[in-house]
């Protein structure tokens, strides 16, 4: 049966006894002979027989080692998990094709004068695709890997693969905004990541996740161009002079980035900087919600940084808090 008949639900003949054979399998916990299925449930063996196969092909049966005529059911869950891996597999097996066969050709353009391809940029939409991207991309890493961690869950959760590359070695170099220092819960997540040998450090804002796979490939999340609907997307550019202007952004903020030392840190070690980033954006008239999202954190924990700046200066207002703020900083940077 093919891909497209298990997608759709269509099932050779038998189907529409599928669902009663699989109820009937989770009942009894296993279907123990075709024959004693089809009597019990009064369906011709022949139709029992098919919709077993259907369900075989679907993940939803599996035989039983050593009987070969016993059939336990599977979680749906499990089920759906194994064909979905299948399937992101084959996608990009297809697709690093489809780039041999292009860069293969494009020898050919460059030899005879032809135009350069039209565009550097390609757009994946959707988790599935998002996601066998990025395994190919860090099974292809070798040198180096840069990450700039914007919002939260932005990125999606990428630490297995620092490990592995790690592991591999792979040079990691994490940048992140300092509200990740504020959960006990992520301080631990990254302890893990710098016990491992990756490098994390944090800074006030950083305005766009992005990864650059050894100096050349650069990944860009959540594009405008992306999905509708909260898909996860991203944009994947292959141009060096793009990449090299990722790579100047990434080390000026990693000369202004504070380590993630361990994780007994929080916010103590960064609270200079925080409250300078705080006291610029109140000197330009930013509300409390717009400051916490542009510095990533709550606005709940914001407000805690502007009435503790009000307090040390005596500010009677949010923006002589900011401007005053901001003079101090000037003067002891």
Same mark, same amino acid.
């Given at each position: 049966?093919?891909?497209?008949?298990?997608?759709?639900?269509?099932?050779?003949?038998?189907?529409?006894?599928?669902?009663?054979?699989?109820?009937?399998?989770?009942?009894?916990?296993?279907?123990?002979?075709?024959?004693?299925?089809?009597?019990?449930?009064?369906?011709?063996?022949?139709?029992?027989?098919?919709?077993?196969?259907?369900?075989?092909?679907?993940?939803?049966?599996?035989?039983?080692?050593?009987?070969?005529?016993?059939?336990?059911?599977?979680?749906?869950?499990?089920?759906?998990?194994?064909?979905?891996?299948?399937?992101?597999?084959?996608?990009?097996?297809?697709?690093?094709?489809?780039?041999?066969?292009?860069?293969?050709?494009?020898?050919?353009?460059?030899?005879?004068?032809?135009?350069?391809?039209?565009?550097?940029?390609?757009?994946?939409?959707?988790?599935?695709?998002?996601?066998?991207?990025?395994?190919?991309?860090?099974?292809?890493?070798?040198?180096?890997?840069? #990450?700039?961690? &914007?919002?939260?869950?932005? /990125?999606? @959760? +990428?630490? !297995?693969?620092?490990?592995? =590359?790690? $592991?591999? %070695?792979?040079?990691?170099?994490?940048?992140?905004?300092?509200?990740?220092?504020?959960?006990?819960?992520?301080?631990?997540?990254?302890?893990?990541?710098?016990?491992?040998?990756?490098?994390?450090?944090?800074?006030?804002?950083?305005?766009?996740?992005?990864?650059?796979?050894?100096?050349?490939?650069?990944?860009?999340?959540?594009?405008?161009?992306?999905?509708?609907?909260?898909?996860?997307?991203?944009?994947?550019?292959?141009?060096?002079?793009?990449?090299?202007?990722?790579?100047?952004?990434?080390?000026?903020?990693?000369?202004?980035?504070?380590?993630?030392?361990? #994780?007994?840190? &929080?916010?103590?070690?960064? /609270?200079? @900087? +925080?409250? !300078?980033?705080?006291?610029? =954006?109140? $000197?330009? %008239?930013?509300?409390?919600?717009?400051?916490?999202?542009?510095?990533?954190?709550?606005?709940?924990?914001?407000?805690?940084?502007?009435?503790?700046?009000?307090?040390?200066?005596?500010?009677?207002?949010?923006?002589?808090?900011?401007?005053?703020?901001?003079?101090?900083?000037?003067?002891?940077?």
């Amino acid at each position: 049966m093919s891909m497209t008949a298990l997608f759709t639900g269509r099932s050779p003949s038998g189907g529409e006894h599928v669902t009663d054979v699989y109820h009937y399998a989770a009942r009894k916990g296993a279907i123990e002979a075709v024959d004693v299925a089809a009597a019990d449930l009064g369906i011709d063996v022949h139709l029992v027989s098919e919709a077993v196969r259907h369900l075989m092909e679907s993940r939803l049966l599996r035989a039983d080692d050593g009987t070969g005529g016993r059939f336990v059911p599977v979680d749906p869950d499990l089920a759906v998990a194994s064909l979905v891996s299948s399937v992101e597999r084959e996608i990009y097996r297809r697709r690093e094709l489809i780039d041999q066969i292009r860069e293969r050709v494009g020898v050919f353009g460059a030899r005879t004068g032809g135009d350069p391809p039209p565009s550097t940029v390609e757009y994946l939409v959707g988790a599935m695709e998002v996601r066998g991207f990025l395994k190919t991309a860090g099974d292809a890493c070798r040198d180096e890997l840069l #990450v700039l961690q &914007g919002g939260v869950g932005e /990125a999606g @959760d +990428l630490s !297995q693969m620092f490990l592995v =590359l790690v $592991a591999r %070695g792979v040079t990691v170099r994490v940048i992140c905004q300092h509200r990740s220092r504020a959960d006990v819960a992520t301080r631990l997540a990254m302890k893990r990541l710098t016990d491992a040998g990756v490098e994390v450090y944090t800074v006030s804002h950083v305005p766009r996740s992005a990864i650059v796979f050894d100096r050349s490939l650069v990944v860009l999340f959540g594009d405008g161009e992306g999905g509708e609907g909260g898909d996860v997307s991203l944009a994947r550019v292959r141009n060096q002079g793009i990449a090299q202007f990722f790579l100047d952004m990434f080390n000026h903020l990693w000369e202004t980035a504070t380590p993630l030392e361990g #994780v007994e840190f &929080g916010y103590a070690t960064v /609270a200079d @900087d +925080l409250q !300078q980033s705080i006291a610029t =954006l109140m $000197a330009k %008239g930013y509300t409390d919600e717009v400051v916490a999202r542009k510095l990533g954190m709550s606005v709940r924990s914001c407000r805690r940084h502007i009435a503790t700046l009000m307090r040390d200066l005596d500010a009677t207002s949010r923006f002589q808090a900011g401007v005053e703020a901001a003079r101090k900083f000037l003067k002891t940077g």
